[in-house]
């Protein structure tokens, strides 16, 4: 499992280092084999190891191509999708395509989300966390039933 936020560099081939803490458990469980991503909604990627994201192959495949809403979603997804595999010393090269669409440039934020990375525009990372702050402070908003008995 997958968490917190790290700074990291991208070098200049566009790779980045995975940390030390997250290099033997994806050695163990995917062999170093990640899949990369765009996020449909932020400005950020998705990094995924291999077992997971075959997870979101299989759902991806149980849409329909008939459905422009499914088609898309599968188009966005897969399409973008770009195999990735650390090397012996932990980094991942990320293609342009993906660096392009994420913004990345030296600095960058890698987030732990549970099963899976979200990589992050270190700059766009912290401005999504001042935006999400505000929005809990000012309380406006509408909880969903999934949250309104989630408590810490």
């Excluded at 290099?23 to 469980?29: C, E, I, N, T, Y």
């Excluded at 898309?72 to 660096?99: F, I, T, V």
Aim: proline residues 4%.
């Amino acid at each position: 499992m997958f968490r917190g936020a790290t700074t990291l560099s991208l070098d200049s081939k566009g790779r980045l280092a995975i940390p030390a803490k997250y290099r033997h458990a994806l050695s163990l469980d995917c062999e170093g084999k990640m899949v990369c991503t765009i996020d449909i909604k932020q400005p950020c990627l998705l990094l995924y190891p291999l077992p997971e994201w075959q997870i979101i192959e299989q759902k991806l495949t149980r849409l329909s191509s008939m459905n422009p809403a499914e088609r898309r979603l599968q188009r966005l997804l897969l399409g973008h999708a770009d195999d990735c595999e650390m090397d012996k010393n932990g980094r991942l090269l990320l293609s342009a395509p993906l660096r392009q669409h994420a913004g990345l440039e030296k600095k960058l934020m890698l987030v732990g989300q549970l099963n899976k990375f979200e990589v992050w525009n270190e700059d766009a990372w912290h401005e999504q966390v001042a935006q999400d702050m505000d929005v809990e402070r000012e309380g406006d908003f509408t909880l969903n039933e999934r949250l309104e008995d989630f408590s810490l």
